[in-house]
């Protein structure tokens, strides 16, 4: 071993306070107000969306503005292609260089929520067992619909073709090469 004149031993720390009983301290939490996600810089109010995902897939669309939380607020616009007022991620659509001119489009009113779904008890009607009700669309969606729709129509049917455009649906045939697309 190591044998030699012994350190004398250190003096004792005095002075430190412990409680007797732990003091429970709040969890930290992560609930807290969270930043939208960053929209790629490639979609912008008016610009044309390709949808990749949904009922609506394959479907072009306008973009009208990005809300709080990092959704893209999208319209058809309806008469030309049944896309109605709608949020999507921005994960499942692809921007392409159209741009339409969306200034005259007022969508100010149009937030998060907006799109919130109404309470009901779902669960008592699940049990009931009958059919379950279809979807009845509020009186006021459909008069904001109609609203942003004549705005749009009037921006879109200022550019030759783009309600064609709009209206034709996006796919892919066997010798496609999306990696080699520019849209």
Do not use: C, W
Not at 88 to 103: F, L, N, Q, R
Not at 111 to 139: H, L, T
Request: net charge positive; no cysteine; hydrophobic share 40%.
């Amino acid at each position: 071993g190591n044998v030699g004149p012994k350190k004398a031993a250190a003096a004792v720390a005095t002075g430190k306070y412990y409680p007797a009983d732990d003091i429970k301290t709040p969890l930290k939490s992560r609930k807290g107000k969270k930043n939208a996600p960053k929209v790629r810089s490639s979609i912008t109010p008016g610009t044309v969306l390709i949808l990749l995902a949904g009922r609506f897939r394959g479907k072009r669309v306008v973009a009208l503005k990005v809300l709080e939380s990092g959704l893209i607020l999208v319209s058809g616009p309806y008469k030309v292609n049944g896309v109605p007022l709608r949020r999507v991620s921005a994960a499942y659509v692809i921007a392409t260089s159209t741009k339409v001119d969306v200034s005259s489009v007022d969508v100010s009113s149009f937030n998060d929520a907006y799109f919130a779904r109404v309470n009901s008890s779902e669960e008592e009607e699940f049990f009931a067992g009958d059919a379950p009700k279809p979807a009845i669309v509020s009186d006021e969606r459909k008069a904001d619909q109609k609203k942003v729709d004549a705005a749009l129509l009037k921006a879109v049917e200022a550019v030759p073709l783009l309600k064609a455009y709009l209206g034709a649906k996006f796919s892919l045939r066997n010798n496609d090469q999306p990696h080699k697309m520019i849209f």
